[in-house]
């Protein structure tokens, strides 16, 4: 579809939550479609994770956005989805591939939205292809049970913070879960979340460097707990660490299911985003660094070093590969 | 409504299918109310065809629409309603007429969807706007039966197309059905699916020539079948013919069911669009001429040219009466 | 417009806020419509003030919205405009009111935003319209001075808040201002404003008592301080006071011009929201009572009380004179 003015930011780049929502969308359709191919229980297929995605290159406003979906990988309970996100100026007709993206899904009965139902195989055409999936199967299972320990953290609000600290940036928003962001199941898409959570750590980003900035990728996210409709969702951001050029956000979803249950607040979801700051002409500006006070804070700074310095070794040594 | 920049491209023009689905809201109140003015199952009309509608003058981003509406027909089971929209500049006080559309409703039971319910007649105040309106009322039914026939066509994808070529431009969006989509029968409104589709066919002709283009008409649109809340629908669009001065796009809408319902993808609705290339001054710009390839592609254009000649000879005539 | 699933909450209640925007598009249109009148510099007008606005009846998913509005009075400087919201079933034909709302507009010169025009006077029926305009205009001109003195107040975050406190209930959002919410001028829709106070005052009032709420009325409401284009703005709501039936929530909306401008963040709007709870038939349930804690909750809590008790009694007032 055709990027519109409301999806961008006021310099024209698209928003990275937009591109998360598109992503889960395809994602949904296709392994919806697959897991009722066969007769049997009807079922809606609910996102579980999002593997780490980056943002290659910016899209603009007018560009239009193809967005391809393929199975790539089936266990008995989840299917593995692998999206691609060209942008194409059709005036032009120059396209570059924005994302690509990985994310699994698992099929929940249309009857009974408690049970996990069975999903069909798929065919390989190598056996290879099979084993690979099945890998990268049991690495997100062990992935998925980390960050569920993580997640007791809570952001506390600071009262006249200082620019640049943690409390000057972190913000958060309230949204009150509408029709139009659930499924069938009458539960909020994983891409509505994601496009919530974009919106928070640009803020967070716009606040810290006040210029333009845009995504720039989405560590792996977990989604581990169901938000239902009616269901107030606080959104909150808070800077963990700064490059030279780049700034990480930590984004946690609580869910408030406040009108007719019983149940208490809970984290739902959680999540780290990294973003750079654009000039006009868009050149990587610097960032300013992060200035950390409490114990905590220094931590969690030196974590984000950590996930940062990891990253950045990952890709020399793929483009190392590349390049033999 | 105030036209806002959502609603138009990046040149500043509202899009054709932003002002067809305020047209089919209007025709949807007015044949409501009239079909309900009478004791009796309440009912909910739903669209069942668009005449041909020619877009005489562009809107632009900040022009407040005005939409009026009048019943101008009824049969036993059928409401035929005028819709005009004119559009305003509040700054000069300057009016255009941009659209005279003619839509056809029928009204469906509440309670039980596939059930037609009767429509109150209205009162003519003279017997030739009867008769006038049975003939129009004739003619509808038999090109419906028309297009039926036509609408087995698939848009299958070209590899490396030539531009110019029909497998250069053609396109195709995929949009998962939400609540807001939808009537209160829970099917959706066919402006909703009108504006998508005028959203493919932008894209074609985009594609097509490079420039700014915008929807010049759009053929009789018959909505054969309903679509369901929870459809994904597939909405693709490729070239058939190219005039000096113009294009046409076929656009298709398939419907895909995939969830609680064993039926196959069905083919929802067909029609032609009409695109012309503007200027930035908003003068028409020359179209690169459609390369065609295949036998098919040959008979479509030819086709295409029939139809072209045909409103291009009516419209003379149309001016020539006007001269007299 | 038809009301959809998204315009409402999940008990099928058209949001306040819905309401309020439509109503302040209304106004926006026919009052720029009004100061473009006579040859001169083109303006846009601006959203300067909303009168109290009671939401008579409630507005539910499938009405239909019919909004009339009207310019009852222009001073050499503003415009004031009546409009009225009727609700439309359009199976049943019933017609309700739903609100009367006053509002007024400055007219502000396209080419320097900073500069107000003048504003073409209207003819009165009657000589006494003039006046009672007149005294209208003067007692607003009163109350507006009031607010801007009262708009210092912030509100600070409360860690681990008891139920029903002020604390427990007290929500925040953050908005990027985008294309779509900014009128020609580049600034925000008094509307858009609007009804992301809604929004947050409807997130309290739910918070405080966990049942289905809706919108009773809004005090007046002051526009004193525009909001450009690619702002983030902070909308902040408390409760301030509980009768058996209602709640009333002040909510305030700060901007913060982050990207481009030197400016600090700056109070926008201030207003207060009164809530009814609903049962599932629609019946007025009793509210829980509000507990204060701090002198300055105390203070605000008597003082609400104070404008409760002041409607109440200038309510009882017009009931004896519509009686007589």
Redesign the interface.
């Known amino acids: 579809?055709?990027m519109?003015?409301?999806d961008a930011?006021?310099a024209g780049n698209v928003h990275g939550g937009t591109i998360l929502k598109m992503i889960e969308?395809?994602g949904?359709?296709i392994s919806?479609?697959h897991c009722?191919s066969q007769a049997g229980e009807?079922?809606?297929a609910a996102l579980a994770r999002v593997e780490r995605t980056d943002f290659l290159s910016p899209m603009c406003?007018?560009e239009?956005a193809n967005v391809s979906a393929e199975i790539t990988y089936t266990s008995r309970h989840s299917v593995e989805v692998q999206v691609n996100v060209m942008s194409e100026n059709?005036?032009?007709?120059a396209k570059k591939v924005t994302n690509k993206a990985t994310l699994w899904y698992v099929p929940l009965s249309?009857k009974n939205v408690n049970k996990v139902l069975e999903v069909p195989p798929i065919q390989y055409a190598r056996k290879e292809q099979e084993d690979e999936g099945k890998k990268r199967y049991e690495e997100q299972k062990l992935d998925r049970l980390e960050t569920k320990q993580r997640n007791g953290d809570v952001i506390?609000?600071v009262?006249n913070p200082e620019p640049h600290t943690v409390g000057y940036s972190q913000?958060?928003?309230?949204?009150?879960v509408?029709?139009?962001d659930c499924t069938?199941l009458g539960f909020v898409h994983g891409g509505v979340t994601m496009k919530l959570m974009d919106?928070?750590a640009?803020?967070v980003a716009?606040?810290h460097c006040?210029?333009?900035i845009v995504t720039a990728s989405v560590d792996a996210i977990n989604f581990h707990e169901k938000i239902k409709?009616?269901c107030?969702i606080t959104v909150s951001g808070r800077m963990t660490f700064t490059s030279n050029k780049s700034m990480e956000i930590e984004v946690f979803v609580d869910a408030?299911p406040?009108?007719d249950e019983p149940r208490e607040r809970y984290r739902a979801v959680s999540a780290f985003f990294t973003y750079v700051s654009l000039s006009k002409e868009g050149k990587p500006l610097p960032v300013p660094q992060l200035l950390t006070e409490t114990e905590d804070e220094k931590r969690r700074f030196e974590e984000g070093k950590g996930r940062y310095l990891q990253t950045k070794a990952k890709r020399q040594a793929q483009m190392q590969q590349a390049a033999q």
């Open positions: 579809r055709i519109r003015p409301d930011n006021i969308e395809a949904a359709i919806t479609r009722n009807p079922c809606v406003i007018g239009v059709i005036l032009t007709g249309l506390l609000p009262i913000s958060s928003l309230i949204h009150l509408g029709p139009s069938l919106e928070v640009g803020i716009a606040r006040k210029t333009n409709k009616g107030v408030d406040f009108v």
